[in-house]
């Protein structure tokens, strides 16, 4: 079984578009992160929550806007997609303290 | 800024050699972590290492961690092809408390047969 899976794993679309980005994990961990890694390899944490609640929300435009329905899952809104968005998009989930483990990644290409 | 910068950028070694990756970060950290990524895929978690720490192994991997000159090293030994991918270290800080791994930019390690 997979422990963090993300749906979709490649998604190109147009910008101006609003997209979501879905993630679950089923190791009944508390805290769901969303990272952006960027064309660099540059690897940024953009939101994590805990038990459903948000505790960081670093500088990403507020056409960002994560949804955790239950603790089980965090999924990525993107509104009004731009082309800087492109990059790859890892979900990843911890147990306090402990290794964070990550999804397999979503290719998202704005064009 | 970046927390965790690792050098070198990239590597290419033989295989049967011994790859070494380092890695140095700025601020204070409980746990050092080691992780690679293959080239389209998702980030595995290779190695944990705690700020108490100063070396530990895992099968061919062996890590090192200095915290007065906040550096840490990833040794891999008898390197294969199937070691091709990047490695990136990543901290957790605890001014962050325990929610946020940093990442450095990573090194490219490639494994010729």
């Known amino acids: 079984d997979t422990a963090v899976s993300q749906t979709p794993k490649y998604l190109v679309t147009q910008m101006g578009n609003d997209k979501s980005i879905k993630c679950e994990q089923n190791?009944?961990?508390?805290?769901m992160y969303w990272y952006k890694q960027d064309s660099k390899k540059f690897l940024k944490i953009m939101f994590s929550?805990?038990?459903?609640?948000?505790?960081i929300n670093e500088t990403v435009p507020n056409r960002f806007s994560p949804k955790s329905p239950d603790k089980a899952h965090l999924n990525l809104h993107i509104n009004s997609l731009e082309l800087g968005d492109s990059a790859v998009y890892f979900c990843?989930?911890?147990?306090?303290?402990?290794?964070?483990?990550f999804g397999e990644g979503s290719w998202l290409t704005v064009v | 800024s970046q927390q965790g910068e690792e050098d070198p950028q990239a590597l290419s070694i033989q295989e049967g050699e011994n790859a070494t990756m380092n890695c140095s970060y700025k601020?204070?950290?409980?746990?050092l972590q080691w992780y690679r990524q293959n080239s389209g895929r998702g980030l595995v978690h290779l190695i944990l290492?705690?700020?108490?720490?100063r070396e530990k192994h895992s099968g061919r991997l062996r890590v090192t961690l200095d915290t007065s000159k906040k550096s840490s090293s990833l040794l891999i030994t008898a390197s294969r092809a199937a070691d091709t991918a990047s490695y990136f270290c990543?901290?957790?800080?605890?001014?962050?408390?325990?929610?946020?791994?940093?990442f450095g930019k990573g090194t490219k390690l490639s494994v010729i047969p």
């Open positions: 290492i705690r700020s108490n720490e």
């Open positions: 990843a989930s911890q147990a306090l303290g402990n290794t964070i483990y």
């Open positions: 190791l009944g961990h508390d805290t």
């Open positions: 601020t204070s950290i409980n746990n």
């Open positions: 990543a901290t957790i800080n605890p001014g962050a408390g325990s929610y946020q791994l940093t």
């Open positions: 929550y805990n038990n459903k609640e948000l505790i």
